[in-house]
């Protein structure tokens, strides 16, 4: 069709394998992902990797997607001289600091929306934890995401081997399967992983009376609220 048009035009004709190229350009920006790329700083210590952050901007533009960096506009948990791997008394803003990374094409990790974008990448860095990391609460079957995305983790699902908890055995399984720990908790509890700052229960996993399974989310957002 294309090389009908250019004939009809009076173009001089392109090779096939301009042709090729033309097509897998054109296919290539139709497929484009939207992706995320959230920063936590510049610098190892108390930031983002920048070399990581790099590789993963340079595999991402290799890969035709649309990106968009986002950082939280929050103070560093610390500052950190990186010469002398000490720590240094100087305050710096996380956003200020990834905006260096970003060339300055950066937004408030608060303007992200999951609409908007087809995946969410997080470069490492000790600033990942440091400027990132907060208590998450997670119900029902959305415990697994956890289990998914943090290894060793420990989470709920309800009960296993008990009647009331009727997918919980399976689900549990799933989640011993992926290298974290299913801890059994009934419907009005939950459970802290202390470590991961992650509270969870299990709510509608259990066939149990709807003010149980309002006590056990209550349970976990009162979890989420002590550690933030």
Known sequence: MLLSLLQHTGRSLLTLRTLQTLNKSFYS????KRVA???AGCGVYDGSEIHEASAVLVHLSRGGATVQMFAPNVDQMHVVNHLKGEPSEEKRNV????ARLARGNIQEL???STKDHDAIIFPGGFGAAKNLCKPIGLCCI???LAAKVLPGCEVTVGIEKDSKYPDTAGTAEAINQL???HVSKGVGESHVDEKNKLVTTCAFMCDAPIHEIFDGIGSMV???LKMA
């Open 142 to 144: 959305s415990p697994v």
């Open 95 to 98: 956003l200020v600091e990834s």
């Open 37 to 39: 790329v959230v920063l």
């Open 110 to 112: 608060s303007k992200l």
């Open 179 to 181: 290298g974290c720990k």
């Open 29 to 32: 920006s139709q497929m484009a």
């Open 222 to 224: 009162q979890g989420v």
